[in-house]
Nanobody, 123 residues
């Protein structure tokens, strides 16, 4: 059974950095896209970035305007979300999710979800 486990969340001061990890297991092969989504209190879940098995990040949300980068280590079955210049509005629960096929920022297309990790930006 495919499983995703996020880690790396925490409390960071504004302007700081944080790296989230998403460890995937139970997937046969690598032909799947991993996406990062976030959900702030009282708001809808939105896409952050996503990456295909070949490193394609097109057709993914780019709401973070270059402050965040996504990378993937297929040998370790892990996807990373590097977050820089963090702002209070980045506070949310961050989820990683997986779908078969190419990248997309439509959450409904993702079949597997992690439990989420809390990121809080506060001074």
């Amino acid at each position: 059974q495919p499983q995703l486990v996020e880690s790396g969340g925490g409390v960071v001061q504004p302007g700081g950095s944080l790296t989230l990890s998403c460890a995937a297991s139970g997937f046969t092969g690598h032909y799947h896209t991993i996406g990062w989504f976030r959900q702030a209190p009282g708001k809808a879940r939105v896409g952050v970035l996503c990456i295909s098995d070949s490193g394609d990040t097109r057709n993914c949300a780019h709401s973070v305007k270059g402050r965040f980068t996504i990378s993937r280590d297929n040998a370790e079955n892990t996807v990373y979300l590097q977050m820089n210049s963090l702002k209070p509005e980045d506070t949310a629960v961050y989820y990683c999710a997986a779908k078969w096929g190419g990248p997309s920022d439509y959450a409904d297309l993702y079949d597997y979800w992690g439990q989420g990790t809390q990121v809080t930006i506060s001074s």
